[in-house]
């Protein structure tokens, strides 16, 4: 599939309920159908994710277009959802130096293990020697499943027993990184809720053992959110973003069942750089994030 395609298919629920309040503000010229039609979009928009604040600035520049036929209606609504990572930092993800570290956090069950193993795939098809590391040493079963992919992929994975400290994890994946001559270290941690402040500490503490490491280490911090997050993705985002300097945000599970206006709720109000979409269960699912394609995807 197109990158496009992929896109497309992930945002279907919110396409659709875009569509219809698009063809209700198309379909009506009497200024009391049009509040309500334009009612109706808004609805739709605060149902797909968006939030108030950006659903806000989408809606006023609309209804300066009026009542215009659906195709201008959805060029300019594309445009506008494009726009909103404007002075966004870059959604690309760092080049270098040697080795690249790149440390993945998030809540529990958001698809941090199954995204750092999908990102090692894309940077091995790049040609690179990367190495991935267990970090999660609280799950068992976050160990073996990092492995199984390692062993799926033919990528080397750092990982010591479960209980071990993941300070100390890290540190020896990033000093194996630099003896092997690795050309990307991507780090899996556990998962673990903002709210609590011990666990947040570790992760600081994780972050600050990696710079002894490889000095200027993290060069990317990212977040992982669950598109059926929705509003509660930016708390979490806020949070990671305080305590630990996020570089960017993966969104995943964008598979069709989710909304997907979290993204631009995230590149309008926190004004962080949306780095990859997770659109399917596939290795090559995890694709760089385009704005114009989201938009071209979004309302169709």
């Known amino acids: 599939m197109s990158l496009w395609d992929r896109f497309s298919a992930g945002l279907t629920r919110t396409r659709q309920a875009l569509a219809k309040g698009l063809d209700a503000v198309r379909g009506t010229s009497q200024p009391d ?17 968006v939030g108030v604040r950006v659903t806000d600035r989408l809606l006023s520049d609309l209804r300066r277009a009026g009542h215009a036929d659906a195709a201008e209606l959805r060029k300019r609504l594309k445009a506008l959802i494009a726009s909103c990572g404007d002075g966004v930092p870059s959604s690309a993800l760092a080049a270098g130096p040697r080795p690249l570290v790149v440390l993945f956090v998030g809540v529990n069950g958001v698809g941090k293990t199954t995204s750092v193993a999908k990102l090692a795939a894309r940077y091995q098809s790049q040609g690179r020697r990367v ?19 390692g062993d799926r992929l033919g990528i080397e994975v750092i990982a010591q027993r479960p209980g071990s400290d993941p ?20 780090i899996d941690s556990a998962g673990r809720l903002h709210t609590k402040h011990a666990l947040m500490d570790e992760l600081i503490k994780i972050k600050r053992v990696i710079g002894r490491a490889v000095p200027g280490a993290p060069h990317e911090i990212l977040l992982v959110l669950d598109a059926a997050t929705g509003q509660n993705g930016l708390a979490q985002a806020r949070v990671f973003h305080e305590a630990l300097g996020v570089t960017g945000i993966v969104v995943t599970k964008l598979d069709g069942t989710a909304k997907g206006g979290i993204v631009l709720a995230i590149m309008e109000d926190l004004r962080l750089p949306v780095k990859l979409l997770g659109l399917g269960e596939e290795v090559e699912a995890l694709v760089p994030f385009d704005a114009e394609a989201f938009a071209e995807g979004l309302v169709g």
């Not at 190495?131 to 199984?148: C, K, N, S």
């Not at 990033?174 to 001559?181: E, G, I, W």
């Open 33 to 49: 159908d049009v509040a309500a039609a334009f009612d109706d979009l808004e609805a739709a928009l605060i149902g797909a994710d």
């Open 131 to 149: 190495l991935m590391t267990a970090g999660d040493t609280f799950r068992a079963a976050a160990i073996e499943q990092l492995q199984a992919w």
């Open 167 to 186: 300070a100390a994890v890290v540190f020896d994946a990033a000093t194996a990184a630099k003896a092997r001559d690795a050309d990307v270290l991507l």
